[in-house]
């Protein structure tokens, strides 16, 4: 099977973290680290705060924090999408900032020691060519969390926006591409619970090809909150709803055909969500002695919501595969493993029922699961928009873990060589 061996620690002299997980943090030669440096992790980042980004030598003794520049628009769940830039995943890297009046994205070239201004993005796609994007003005408003707060628009705190949409950004020309707007989303197979509630989009990213792009399109109504999976082509074509149960939160390409993801196909109780009626009527009844006497992670509580982790096929909407039961009770952040059998995920730290977070690895052959590592977590901060999700990543070698924690009390990075002890 895999053991996971430690080979890098950020220092305890400051706050290190670095964002979202299934992302560049490590180039493919396995040198350089890229992390954001902080001075204090006690509040939501604001427009006054700033961090510094940089990197440290993987393998070097010193453990010194190379600085790059810095930053004044990150969040505590996705950074700065601080990143390497395909296509070889060595040479550039890139972050988001805020320069008095929008948001941009620098792209630092590490061989001329040069950097250059685009419009900010969302996610690369793997040739480093272009990047989807959304409306981070908007998102404020949506989920601050996931958001930056430099800029707090009135005209944008609305249920619906005009103009909102997921862009096309070209790195080179920093021309802007509308993809799809949020109104056409509205109109494709329509639902009730649409109505009257808060739409927002995110969690864009691209297929290995960069043909494609998955995303979220989320509406708030009166009892929660509706995830509706999509597939779009880059060139705007072949839009296909991949989930539309209402429970889907993260997920990782596991080929150009299929994706690996956390959440719940249709059944009779999460269908019964989409009726904007009985969310009002029945459903408001039901909730609050479902939180009672159910556990959201419960095997309960996940029969009735069908959520899981499932293997998501593009070609075929009617055969969506459950897979690795045992890691059914818990949400998390999957990659996928090179070999493709195998995918990293983590859990929740949760200190209310004594939950630590962990690294787990899932087998698609089997379907069995394995704990890798168990760490720390601070208590004050777990469940709030504070905390620190693991949120595994995977060097593009293939052979290195990188993970954001609390362990030791301070926002630290780890990185694990990731190593079979069966063969």
């Not at 989807?132 to 998102?139: G, L, M």
């Not at 430099?150 to 005209?155: A, E, I, K, R, W």
């Not at 009730?192 to 960069?210: C, K, Q, R």
């Not at 995920?345 to 200190?351: E, G, I, L, N, V």
């Amino acid at each position: 099977m895999f053991h996971l061996s430690k080979i890098f620690e950020s220092p305890a002299d400051h706050h290190y973290f670095f964002g979202y997980f299934n992302t560049a943090q490590i180039s493919i030669d396995s040198q350089r680290i890229l992390a954001l440096r902080v001075k204090s992790i006690g509040t939501v980042p604001g427009p006054s705060d700033t961090a510094e980004v940089g990197w440290f030598s993987l393998f070097s003794d010193s453990n010194h924090f190379h600085k790059i520049g810095e930053t004044n628009a990150y969040n505590w769940q996705q950074g700065a999408m601080l990143q390497f830039l395909g296509p070889d995943y060595k040479d550039q890297i890139c972050w988001n900032f805020f320069d008095g009046l929008s948001y941009k994205t620098r792209i630092h070239d590490f061989r001329s020691n040069s950097s250059r201004v685009v419009p900010a993005i969302y996610n690369p796609s793997p040739k480093g060519d272009v990047a989807v994007t959304i409306d981070f003005e908007r998102h404020a408003w949506c989920r601050r969390g996931y958001s930056y707060g430099n800029v707090m628009l009135g005209s944008k705190n609305k249920a619906i926006v005009d103009g909102d949409a997921i862009w096309l950004v070209n790195m080179r020309t920093s021309e802007k591409m509308e993809l799809i707007t949020l109104k056409e989303l509205l109109k494709f197979n329509s639902l009730s619970t649409m109505n009257g509630a808060t739409h927002y989009l995110e969690h864009s990213t691209f297929s290995p090809s960069g043909n494609q792009i998955a995303f979220l399109h989320r509406w708030k109504h009166s009892n929660g909150i509706h995830s509706r999976f999509f597939v779009i082509n880059t060139d705007g074509s072949n839009l296909q709803v991949i989930n539309d149960s209402g429970r889907m939160s993260h997920f990782c390409w596991y080929s150009e055909s299929k994706l690996l993801g956390y959440g719940g196909k249709s059944n009779p109780f999460n269908s019964l969500r989409k009726n904007k009626t009985f969310v009002k009527s029945l459903f408001k009844i039901l909730l609050p002695i479902y939180k009672k006497f159910v556990h959201d992670s419960s095997g309960i509580g996940k029969a009735l919501t069908g959520d899981g982790y499932y293997l998501f096929d593009i070609d075929n909407n009617n055969s969506h595969k459950p897979i690795v039961p045992s890691l059914r009770s818990e949400d998390g952040h999957p990659i996928m493993l090179h070999d493709k059998r195998y995918f990293l995920t983590d859990t929740y730290a949760r200190s209310e029922f004594g939950q630590l977070p962990t690294l787990l690895l899932g087998d698609l052959e089997t379907g069995q699961s394995t704990l890798l590592a168990t760490l720390n977590s601070i208590d004050r901060y777990d469940e709030t928009p504070l905390r620190c999700d693991l949120h595994p990543c995977l060097s593009p070698c293939g052979t290195i873990i990188s993970i954001d924690t609390m362990d030791g009390g301070k926002r630290r990075v780890f990185a694990y060589r990731l190593e079979r002890t069966d063969v």
